[in-house]
């Protein structure tokens, strides 16, 4: 299956949204994908529709063994990662209380421990050559409002340890924090709130910013060359206030 010289992206949350856009837009520009997450229907349709070069790959950001195992196949079948886009995480927002103590804890698993774990089981093979770490954050990383503390805790957890890293890790690895706002997503139907998943939906339906355009951005970034890194990108439609 490996594509001789092609560099490997290793894609968290593939099965859709910016993670499924991500994967076309990187098979477009010559790289072979890896695509993981826990749904494999998802993302086994398409590996299907990427065709040669595309391995789907089941696995959950918050179990590290799945992650160790899905590390040791994407060496042996397409070769060692050479870019991790960090992209799997929840969103369920709400008003904070012990009705909602179950989703906080998923919230910080997925979205902050399962990056750090998943960055931790793929950083020496990112350091073999030179690599890229991008990690999918939010504006919620920079502004938190009722009903979101918990998740915008969890991005601004990714923000600082996504700076922290990229001292770190450089020059051998760059490290690029992508942080959109309203995007054209499925997140808002995973809320369990009903009242805020309703509210939400709505501004959702009429997002102006789909997942190719951020995909497009992420792609331009890793096409950067090496002595040349875009640390950050604070993406927003442009009616989206804050």
Do not use: C
């Not at 595309?54 to 870019?83: C, F, H, K, M, N």
């Amino acid at each position: 299956m490996s594509i001789k010289n092609a560099r490997v992206a290793v894609i968290t949350g593939a099965s859709s949204g910016i993670g499924a856009a991500t994967a076309r837009a990187l098979v477009a520009e010559g790289y072979q994908v890896a695509l993981l997450a826990r749904r494999a229907d998802r993302i086994e349709a398409l590996a299907a529709e990427l065709g040669e070069g595309a391995l789907a790959v089941q696995a959950d950001v918050t179990d590290r063994d799945s992650l160790l195992a899905a590390a040791q196949q994407i060496a042996r079948e397409l070769g060692p990662a050479d870019v991790l886009v960090n992209n799997a995480g929840i969103m369920l927002l709400g008003p904070f209380s012990s009705d909602q103590r179950e989703d906080y804890r998923r919230m910080i698993e997925s979205n902050l421990l399962g990056t750090i774990t998943t960055t931790e089981v793929f950083l020496d093979q990112l350091k073999d050559g030179g690599g890229d770490i991008v990690n999918i954050s939010s504006v919620a990383g920079r502004t938190a409002r009722a009903g979101n503390g918990v998740y915008a805790a969890t991005k601004w957890g990714l923000n600082g340890w996504s700076e922290s890293l990229r001292q770190e890790v450089l020059p051998d690895v760059r490290v690029t924090l992508i942080e959109p706002g309203v995007v054209d997503t499925e997140l808002p139907g995973h809320i369990t709130h009903d009242a805020t998943r309703d509210a939400v939906q709505q501004m959702y339906d009429v997002a102006r910013v789909s997942p190719a355009e951020v995909a497009e951005i992420i792609a331009f970034v890793l096409a950067r060359p090496r002595h040349l890194v875009i640390n950050e990108v604070l993406l927003r439609p442009a009616d989206q206030l804050g």
